[in-house]
């Protein structure tokens, strides 16, 4: 009873792509590890910039900026080139809007003498 | 170009790219190199973006224009000119923009790839993608929503929610399970976008104000999950890497805001705590406070040793930041000592609080995290908690039946004085009654936090002059 069914669904993952398992894995590699990396490395950061972390971590995730830049202007039909352009802008706005405000966080944070002017 | 030699540059680009994110993260591990850091990854940013517009062949570049100049344009503006208070609407905002692009990234992908060239695998991250930016999008909208009081900020349920959430949940992923097995069902593909959405409201929909740093934190996992499937559909390993970065800066920021309220990530999307105080529980508090002044608050800091100062959400909505830098330095320039406890849910995002008071020139070296000025407190003259209330509620270390009960707390209640200013003797956001305010060693303040710091700051001023450090 399973054995039929899972010849089966062996053999249409094969009609669909024979080849996306070796194509795939390297990737998923780079997920789960990336993931492990930042997992160690963002439990470093001080617990007093976690505003910032948060804002830097969603411009570094705008690079989804480059997969949108090539829906737009790639050779592809008017409706993808308008998806795209959404998905630019979206991403332009996470890129630019989130360093920006990051550094103008980044530069309140300041250690000084005294406990600070009073502004 | 030839061919050859341009991927090798885009990879590269990417490569780098990849490098500089880590290392600009690894940067904000201390505020004197986090602004450095955050340059390496701009510098990253944009090596990724020239790699890819060599390497792939762009035919058309109008549309690309508009996009870049009309979010970059979106993107300054906002930076610029939201004020620093708005930062979690900000944030939320963000993450509504970066499941956005992930999603039409997604379509675009569908619509011009047939089934059979992208593989079963490359589907499912696809379908992932989908189904966790389109949640993603709508819960952070209605999180921006509730943050900037569009709509109501109280939790709102209705009979049988959560059932009908998980049924919904499940009936989604069912779907979501088909689309794998028949990638060209295009109804199939476009339901999991549109249940997905639904989703995203319905869960977001019963979270209060004060589980906010949570849900932020979560969604932000959510985006970068988004974007690391993205990365996987379209083959993007710098994509896959960033998204990845993003997710578990996400995770690891929920982790630690549900164990700083001692409540699980369950407890928190399906509890709606606060949504309705347990019926019967309610008694009518006979007890009454005394109600000080702020001459009297002035009196009492003049004379402290110590003071540590508990700054919560109603410091934020009262704008009280400048005027309590203010007097902290009058009392600091007396030699007085002063530090603050901030405690990890404060506010409405993770390190909400150490943002407003870096804002009003507070040096970041006086701002203590729970573990690091919890037992200073027995030693402490007067404590002054601004707008601050479940944090520092002792019920959550000995009233079993208190929806608070376990959350680790601020031991404000081992200080000898403890100044409340709050705007009214109402319960904190679990609806929990708060009996220190009835303890001999309180006073509370009540009314405008701003205003009452401000006549303080007068008082202290006229007295001796305030000191400008």
């Known amino acids: 009873m399973t054995a039929p069914l899972l010849l089966a669904t062996a053999e249409s993952v094969h009609r669909l792509s024979p080849l996306t398992a070796a194509e795939i894995f390297p990737l998923l590699f780079i997920l789960v590890l990336a993931g492990f990396l930042g997992y160690e490395v963002i439990g470093r950061v001080s617990p007093t910039l976690h505003t910032p972390l948060m804002a830097a971590t969603n411009a570094i995730s705008g690079i989804s900026l480059v997969g949108s830049l090539v829906a737009a202007g790639g050779h592809y039909s008017q409706t993808s080139h308008i998806l795209g352009m959404f998905a630019v802008c979206a991403a332009s706005i996470n890129v630019v809007g989130g360093f920006l405000i990051t550094d103008r966080m980044l530069r309140m944070f300041k250690r000084k003498p005294r406990g600070g002017a009073v502004s | ?469």
């Open chain 2, 1 to 469: 170009m030839n061919a050859d030699l341009a991927r090798i540059f885009a990879e590269t680009s990417y490569l780098v790219a990849a490098v500089l994110f880590v290392l600009g993260l690894k940067a904000l591990s201390h505020p004197e190199t986090a602004r450095r850091g955050m340059f390496m990854a701009e510098i990253g940013m944009l090596a990724a973006v020239v790699g890819t517009l060599l390497y792939f062949e762009i035919v058309t570049w109008t549309w690309i224009a508009i996009g870049v100049l009309v979010g970059s344009t979106i993107g300054t503006l906002m930076a610029v000119f939201m004020p620093m208070t708005a930062m979690p609407q900000r944030i939320a905002l963000s993450h509504a923009f970066g499941a956005l692009a992930a999603v039409l990234v997604g379509i675009y992908k569908y619509i011009e790839y047939p089934a059979a060239d992208l593989g079963r695998l490359r589907i499912s991250a696809l379908g992932f993608e989908v189904m966790f930016g389109a949640l993603t999008v709508t819960g952070s909208l209605m999180a921006f929503g509730k943050l900037q009081e569009l709509i109501k900020s109280a939790p709102v349920t209705f009979r049988g929610q959560n059932f009908f959430n998980i049924g919904l949940f499940f009936a989604t992923i069912a779907l979501y399970l088909y689309f794998i097995y028949d990638p060209t069902a295009t109804w199939a593909f476009y339901t999991v976008i549109g249940l997905g959405l639904c989703i995203g409201v319905l869960v977001v929909m019963p979270i209060g104000g004060a589980d906010m740093p949570v849900v932020i934190s979560l969604l932000n996992s959510y985006a970068g999950l988004a974007a690391a499937a993205t990365g996987l559909a379209i083959d993007n390993k710098v994509l896959i890497i960033a998204g990845s970065l993003d997710g578990t800066s996400g995770f690891f920021l929920s982790m630690l805001m549900s164990r700083a309220m001692n409540r699980s990530f369950a407890n928190v999307l399906f509890g709606a705590v606060g949504a309705a105080p347990p019926a019967g529980t309610k008694v009518v508090e006979t007890r009454t406070v005394t109600r000080y002044t702020p001459e009297d608050m002035k009196f009492v800091l003049e004379n402290a040793q110590s003071v540590i100062i508990v700054p919560g959400y109603g410091m934020a909505v009262a704008q009280a930041q400048h005027v309590l830098h203010e007097i902290a330095n009058y009392l600091i320039a007396q030699d007085i000592k002063v530090r603050y406890a901030i405690h990890p849910v404060a506010g409405r995002m993770p390190g909400h609080m150490n943002v407003l008071l870096a804002e009003a020139n507070v040096s970041y070296d006086l701002l203590f995290e729970r573990d690091a000025i919890n037992d200073d407190f027995a030693e402490t003259d007067v404590v002054v908690v601004v707008g601050a209330n479940d944090v520092v509620n002792p019920a959550a270390r000995h009233k079993k039946s208190s929806p608070l009960f376990g959350m680790p707390i601020l031991d404000v209640d081992k200080a000898r004085t403890v100044i409340f200013l709050k705007r009214s003797m109402g319960a904190g956001f679990a609806g929990e009654e708060n009996e220190l305010f009835y303890d001999k060693k309180t006073m509370m303040v009540l009314g405008d936090a701003k205003q009452t710091l401000t006549a303080v700051a007068g008082m202290l001023k006229k007295r001796t002059g305030l000191v400008h450090a």
